[in-house]
Every structure is written in structure tokens, then in C-alpha cells.
């Protein structure tokens, strides 16, 4: 149906129906009082609303916008479901004109005439509309709607990958909209270029994240510096794909790039920005520090390690002499050993850095040949609050670096992503021994990395889990329970994803030293050639949470790993993806299979007389963005930062199970996967096993459990 038909039944819908239909609504809306029908309709999406303003538009239009009038977000990304995108023209003028007609009934100034008097019209006082989103729908442009939208005093408005949005219709609104606008995202919006950042620098310098990634080339630097210069309360900025930014205007300037960036600056993406190298002084200044304090260490170490071999000689003697107390000593001893190491020495003085950046990611910046500037990680790192950094394909940043990086947040780090790097084990070391909540780490294709790095990761953790855990059962007693869930918090160990693919020195060794970490959701060690399939099979068996495994091309083992898994009845039902595949474990007829394919992209639901719970998407579907994710609802939570400017979000499990009394609103219809299990701060209740899980199963027990898992 052509986009010209479609405007035409849009007219007829505006008025009331002149036909026979007319009096059956009418009769309808008697039977059906209107407070239902927006109770009902409040479980619907966009484009449910379209299929029911089609079949009857004088019956459904009141109820529908004062239901959309109720709400303070909408997701319009839900159209992709009925409307996907695809190079038919058709398709994408049904995008265009669903929004239209939506839109027609929230906007204020496009009232309907209704000659029925009872029903209350909503009133510009009605509209409490905060947040729209738009992602990925790229056959809209805006025509005859976007500049309507100045209309709604909106907090959120979200274009990313709006790839036919017009450039003037878009600049025309944000220049004539409310002053409130806090988030936009406009990432993939070719369209997008200086004129856009001059209203934005004009009108809403209150902005608190702004994403400009892959947008127009022709921004450049020096309408960048601009821009920063006037954002001061920004908190979150996304520059990925921008080519042209350098760290100077020019040769002559005086101020850098990283001068630029506000006080208040959290958040910043700068992927694939090839000649940023981020060099400022602070930088020279921290690799003057790393020297001297590299030379003042080495001048003193050989009197430090001299005194505190002869005060552990003195303490064995006094332990043979059975005097009471030694052993405390040195456990002291040791850890004034520790503190003085040289990555402590150097760092743990330094000046705290004026950016407090928390989320940075530096995928593929700077040349590729020299990359970004040596010492940059480091100083960043001074402002000690670090939680997530992303360094893939950072070839220049070296151990010392990662060194700064985990004695300056040891405390906040959470994420740490390196594919294709040049560190080693002393790096992975050094994360394991300071990073206390370090719950992700990616460290593929980084091939000076062998089996000592990956044991001592994985043994400064299990030692760190077990001396807290000590530390507080004994708290515990003298505590009240109100203390409970803190307690519960610090106890449980922290990594969730390890990857560590593409590592020709591993071995089998590494692997088993893996299945200390309990606390494993996902497994990569793809293309390790010298690991054994038997030894994966029983480091798997000890890890009650893996949700995935990736073991694709390690070392020819007869049986191999599938086979392995797949005749154990003792491997826990939440293993569902085995070498990116879906795993089953009941070998019964192609009909049971094809059923238990259907239910893994559904969204699990508790089954009468069963004990499975609604879990999360982590259990019925592939994790991080592999191939197989299907589209789902993704919903966001402001109270534990899973947002769209960090690019986090979760499922509607999670909502319903960890995420009640919090500020949460509905994201877009996307390809994504819950982030909420890999929180290092609570346990998510949505994939942690019931107590009955946990139980010791006989073995006919636990085939009937998988069984019933799998259908």
C-alpha cells in the first residue's frame, strides 16, 4: 500500500465515523469503560497501536492517547518488528507514516473531534513526556512530525542510525524546542555536521551526554573545540568513527584536545579517531614520573629487599623458638613487601588527574602504527575511578601502563578489554593482584600472555575471595542482619567473562587453574591449540554458572568437547551455548528438538508443579553480541547506570526480578544482551539458582531436570 493511501485512511481516521461502524464503537465504548481500555492498552507497543487505530479508529484513538499521554517514555524502535529495514522504499514510507500517525496523537495541536461530550480530552497539562527514541529506524525522516516535537519539553530524544533524518528539519527543531533536552544521540546520523553542532552549542549547553558518533565528516576539530567549550555539565560524549579530530587546531595552538574535555566528563568513546593520540602536558608530565620514579626504585630496592630478608630470618628463628605472634608478623611482613613493589612505589603518591572519567574506550585510536600516546592510559587512570576501559588494538599502551591502571583503581575497575595488544603476564598479574572488582576481562589475541599470567589472575583472586570471605563470616555474628546483603556482595567472587582466545602459549594448565573461579558466566579460549577437550570438559563441571563456553579449534581430542558435555547429565542447566551453538542435551526426536530451539529464543516462563523460575536472557540466549542474539526489548535503569550513553542495558526478567522500586524507563527493540548479571555490585536475582537447584541430585533426578529445562 502506497504512502499516499495511507494519508488518505489517516484523514478518514480523524474524523468521526459517519458510517454504520460509528454507532458499533459507540456501543463498544459503553460496554468497555475507558479507564479499561487504557489499562489494556498500556501492555501494548507501537505497533500493536497501529494494527488497532486500522481496524478501528474512532473506537481506539481516545483511549490510545491518553494512554501515551500517561506514559514519560516511548520507544518507536518497536516498529522494526512489523516494519523492518530493508532498501524497499515501501517499507521504509510505512515507517515514516506509522510514526506520523502516532505522533498525530500526542501532539497537542492535532486534537481529534469527538462528538462524544463524556469522554475527557487530554489537555496540554496531560503530557508528561520525557523520553522518545527512534534508534535505528532508518526510513524516517521527519517530514511533517519532527518539527512538531517542540511542542513536548522532552529530557531524551534518540535519532542513532536515522540514516535518512533531514538535516534542516532536525536543525529547525532543535532550534525552536524547550530548552530541557539533557541526552541526545544522534550516532550514525550521516546527515549530522557543523550546523548541527553550532545550534547545539548555542541552545543546549546543558547537556549531559551527546553521542556524534560515524555522523558527518566534515566535522572537524576546531567545531569540536567549540563545542566542548561550552558543554560544561557534560558527562557522557561518544566521538567513535570521527576521522578527522586531531589534538590540535593547528600546529601553533596551545591547547589539546584533552584540555577541552569539561570537569564533569564521566564518559568518552573515541573508536577508530586514528590521528587523536591524546597528548597533552599531563602526559609528559606522567612519563617523567615513571622514570624518576623507576630510577629511585631501582637505587633502593636492593637495601629494601636486603632488611626485609634479614627481619624474615629473624622471625623464623623466633618461630622455632615457638614465641607467639609470628605468624601475624609475617603476614605483615608480606604485605609491606607487596605495598612496596614497584608499581605501588611509583604510583600510589602521584597527583590525582583533573578528569574523573569512569567508562573509556579507545577501540583502534590514534595511528595504527604508533597509536595513542604512551602514558595516556596512566594518566587517565590518575583519577582513580576508572570502571570500564576498552583498549582493542592498542598496541602502544605497554605493562607499565596497565600497571597505573590497576594501583590507581584497583577499587572502581570492573571491565578491562584488550584485544590484540602487546602486554604480557606481569599485566594480568598486576589486575589480579589490586582490581577488587573486576568482573570482565578480554585479553584475546595479546600473544605474549602464556599460562603463568592467567594462574596468577586466577589465584589473587581466589586467594582475595577467601580472605574476605573469612573476614566476614566472623563479622556476621557480631553484625546485625541488616548487614546481610552488603556482606553478600563482597563474598561472592567477581569475574563473570573471561576471554582469552587466540593465545597460542596457553595450555591445559591455564584451564584448570580457570575452574577456581566459580563465579564464570562466560568462557572464550577459541583457538588455543594446546588445550585438551577433557580438561575444558571438567573445568566445566566446576563452574555451577557458565552460561557459554567457546572452545572452537583448541586441540583434536577424541571425543571432542560436544560430545563430552552432551553425554554428562551432571553439567548445570544453565549451559546453553557451546562453541557458539546452542547446547541440548536430550538426544530425543527432531520434534523435541525443534522444540526446545523454539523456547530458547523466548524469554523462559515458570512451567505448574516445576520449580524453574523466569530467568534471564543470559540463560536462553547467546551472550555480548554474538550472531545469534535475537531482538528484544531492552530497558534501562538510571539508578545502576545501565543507560544508553554507556551502552548497557537488560531484559524484562531482569526488570521484574532486580530492578523493582528502581528509575527505570523502556529503551528501544534492538540486538543486545543483558548486562545485568554482569554487575559486580549485586548478584542478579533473575539467573542465580533456586535453593533447590543447589541441592546434591541423584542422577536420574537431574536428567529429568535437564529434560524440563530443554522443553
Known sequence: MSSRKHNEEDDRGDNDNDNGNGNDNDNLMGVLPLNLLVEMLSYCDASDYITMLRASRSFFATPIRLNLCSTNSISFSFLLKKYPNSFNTENQGRQQMTVQILLKLLLPSHHFSHSRPAISRPTRNNYRLERLEFSNLRGITGSSWLPKLRTLSLVTIDFTNCRRLDSGLLLQYLNDCPKTIRHLHLNGCKSVGPDILDCIERCHGELLSLSLGSCSQTIRTSHLFQLLGNLNSLKHVDLHGLTHLKDKESADAEEYFVDKLPDSIESIDLSGTKPLRLVCPEVYSTMNTYLNRSLEYMQAAQVRDQNAQNCLNRLRLRA???????????????????????????????????????????????????????????????????????????????????????????????????????????????????????????????????????????????????????????????????????????????????????????????????????????????????????????????????????????????????????????????????????????????????????????????????????????????????????????????????????????????????????????????TFSCDCPFLCDNMCQAIAPTTQNLRPQTQLNQIKTIIHART
Open 320 to 670: 622455632l623458638n615457638g614465641e607467639d605472634g609470628v605468624v601475624d608478623d609475617i603476614r605483615n611482613l608480606r604485605d609491606d613487601i607487596l605495598d612496596s613493589a614497584p608499581d605501588v612505589f611509583i604510583w600510589r603518591k602521584e597527583d590525582t588527574f583533573r578528569l574523573k572519567i569512569k567508562h573509556l574506550v579507545l577501540n583502534g585510536a590514534g595511528h595504527p602504527r604508533t597509536g595513542i600516546f604512551r602514558g595516556s592510559v596512566a594518566t587517565f587512570s590518575l583519577g582513580r575511578c576508572i570502571r570500564e576501559i576498552h583498549l582493542s588494538g592498542c598496541e602502544s599502551v605497554r605493562d607499565w601502563e596497565i600497571h597505573a591502571l590497576a594501583v590507581n583503581c584497583g577499587k572502581t575497575l570492573r571491565c578491562f578489554q584488550m584485544r590484540a595488544g602487546s602486554i604480557g603476564n606481569s599485566a594480568l598479574e598486576a589486575l589480579g593482584k589490586h582490581c577488587h572488582v573486576l568482573g570482565e576481562v578480554d585479553v584475546s589475541a595479546c600473544f605474549e600472555i602464556s599460562d603463568d599470567g592467567v594462574i596468577a589472575l586466577c589465584r589473587d583472586l581466589r586467594r582475595r575471595d577467601n580472605s574476605i570471605s573469612s573476614e566476614n563470616e566472623t563479622e556476621e555474628i557480631r553484625k546485625s542482619s541488616s548487614s546481610t546483603n552488603k556482606r553478600r556482595r563482597i563474598v561472592r567472587s567477581s569475574l563473570t567473562i573471561l576471554k582469552i582466545a587466540s593465545l597460542p602459549k596457553i595450555t591445559s594448565c591455564a584451564i584448570e587453574a580457570i575452574s577456581r573461579i566459580e563465579s564464570l558466566i562466560v568462557l572464550d579460549i577459541e583457538n588455543c591449540v594446546n588445550v585438551k577437550p577433557s580438561v575444558v570438559h571438567k573445568t566445566v563441571q566446576k563452574l555451577p554458572f557458565l552460561v557459554e563456553i567457546n572452545a572452537k579449534d583448541i586441540s583434536l581430542g577424541s571425543p571432542s568437547l560436544s560430545v563430552l558435555l552432551r553425554n554428562d547429565p551432571c553439567i548445570h542447566r544453565t549451559l546453553k551455548f557451546v562453541n557458539q551453538r546452542e547446547f541440548l542435551t536430550d538426544r530425543t526426536s527432531k520434534t523435541a528438538k525443534a522444540a526446545a530451539t523454539t523456547t530458547a529464543t523466548t524469554i523462559a516462563t515458570p512451567r505448574p508443579n516445576e520449580d524453574l523460575r523466569s530467568c534471564c536472557t543470559v540463560r536462553t540466549q547467546s551472550q555480548r553480541l554474538t550472531a545469534a542474539v535475537p531482538h528484544g526489548a531492552m530497558y534501562h535503569c538510571i539508578d545502576c547506570k545501565l543507560i544508553p550513553a554507556l551502552d548497557r542495558g537488560f531484559c524484562v526478567e531482569c526488570l521484574r526480578q532486580c530492578h523493582k522500586g528502581h528509575d527505570t524507563f523502556l529503551g528501544s527493540y534492538c
